[in-house]
């Protein structure tokens, strides 16, 4: 008996030793990226390729990073909590896998889907592989260091890599904007948003004084970004959280009538000309930069196939599109997407995917926060959640987010999504070999 117990702490020593590791490299893969600092100029000028091998290696350094958070969250005595509801979880990549099956480009989409499974299993399993809240609030911190550390980094040192130039072909008028180690000054601005949400969380804690650092160097990179709809929508979410977790009424007018009420002025700019006006008339572009062109289009898209949808993430930057007559007409036929993450859900896997992805996205968080009250966990961390959570669904209306593999803010976003489940369900407890103990509230 002595030697099987000798055995259970040394596995379970080295499963300590082994999570924050992991923890730190999915942290930095989704932040820092295998091919940091990318030269645009080379790409758009289609000279050498800057990228190199860098898909290869970061299809192998994601799968490897994949392997070691399963082996690390399989060991986890709460591993049958992973990714709850799991149900809807299921049905939602299911569906995705039918819609792209009978898509165009089944191939293609049906890769696009995995990568997001996996993406989402990591997610999934993140908050496992720390052993408690001040483990999980030092990783976040060396984390978040690093992350801003490598992007003022490029800003100082390497600044035709990490500062968008004249030169690029596609977007020169970006010439002078922060971008750090990403490829755009949007994703740029987009990451020290949530830098500065962890800085927050950080300070809050007990990190004072490197919580106070991090939101101040994030905040001056996201300035510097020029990325205006970050910029805005800091203190515009610091707000919305306030009222949404102090006033108990105000969270589905927040969460659901604002998102509603946002795509509604947006997307009817773009089907109606009384909506034009109006937006006009309160002194907002009424035509989003240009998005509604490309809107226009996808609502011609979705009624031609509404309930299969055209596969995930599988309509944009096709040969039927960009192909297509409509380039005639209008210049939209080349977007990337549909720069709006509901419409796109709407678009590339019909009515049951959209509403699968309102379900995941909003109204499990929105029922997870319901249920808070009654839990005695960390009320730090539940604030950081939902903080990272309503700006995504906020800046949805504006940006494809939702599933988006290899996207470091899609990444948080679930985290926060299992998290605020995980801290409705279970309690942290400051046991250092487990960080929750399961409450089983409500079982699904």
Avoid at 52 to 72: D, K, M, P, R
Avoid at 157 to 175: D, K, V
Avoid at 274 to 301: C, E, H, M, Q, Y
Avoid at 324 to 351: C, M, P, Q, R
Wanted: aromatic residues 14%.
């Amino acid at each position: 008996m002595e030697a099987v117990a000798k055995g259970r702490g040394n596995g379970t020593a080295f499963h300590d030793r082994v999570r924050p590791v992991v923890f730190l490299g999915v942290f930095l893969f989704f932040w820092i990226t295998t091919n940091p600092f990318v030269d645009l100029v080379q790409i758009e000028a289609g000279g050498s390729n800057a990228t190199g091998g860098s898909n290869a290696l970061n299809q192998i350094t994601f799968l490897a990073l994949t392997l070691l958070t399963v082996y690390s969250a399989m060991t986890h005595p709460l591993r049958s909590q992973i990714c709850r509801p799991q149900f809807l979880v299921i049905a939602l990549f299911s569906w995705f896998l039918i819609s792209s099956a009978f898509s165009n480009y089944p191939m293609d989409a049906i890769k696009r889907t995995i990568l997001a499974i996996l993406t989402c299993a990591n997610a999934g399993m993140f908050l496992l592989l720390p052993r408690s809240e001040q483990q999980f609030s030092r990783l976040l911190l060396y984390g978040t260091a690093i992350t801003l550390g490598m992007a003022y980094f490029g800003v100082l040192f390497l600044p035709m890599l990490s500062i968008h130039q004249p030169t690029e072909l596609i977007e020169p008028m970006n010439a002078g904007f922060w971008r750090g180690q990403y490829s755009h000054k949007n994703l740029a601005a987009a990451v020290m948003l949530m830098a500065t949400f962890f800085g927050l969380y950080l300070r809050s804690v007990g990190w004072k004084r490197s919580g106070v650092a991090i939101i101040v160097l994030s905040v001056f990179f996201l300035i510097h970004t020029g990325g205006k709809s970050s910029t805005a929508m800091l203190p515009l979410i610091l707000i919305l959280q306030w009222i949404f977790e102090k006033f108990r009424w105000s969270r589905w007018p927040i969460a659901v009538g604002g998102i509603a009420a946002f795509n509604l002025l947006a997307l009817g700019a773009a089907l109606s000309e009384g909506f034009r006006g109006l937006i006009a008339s309160l002194g907002v572009d009424p035509t989003f930069t240009n998005r509604t062109d490309i809107w226009k289009i996808a609502f011609d898209a979705i009624a031609q196939s509404p309930i299969l949808g055209y596969g995930f993430q599988g309509f944009w930057q096709t040969a039927d599109i960009t192909q297509s007559s409509a380039g005639l007409e209008t210049w939209a036929v080349k977007a990337f997407n549909g720069h709006n993450a509901y419409v796109d859900a709407l678009l590339t896997t019909g009515i049951p995917g959209f509403l699968l992805t309102i379900a995941l996205v909003i109204f499990v968080p929105l029922r997870a926060v319901g249920r808070l009250g009654q839990s005695p966990n960390s009320p730090h961390l539940s604030r950081l959640f939902m903080r990272v959570w309503l700006y995504v669904i906020y800046a949805g209306c504006l940006e494809v987010i939702f599933f988006q593999s290899g996207s470091p803010i899609c990444f948080f976003m679930l985290v926060s999504i299992f998290g605020l489940e995980m801290q409705s369900r279970m309690s942290l407890v400051e046991d250092r070999n487990v960080q929750w103990e399961d409450r089983r509230a409500i079982p699904i």
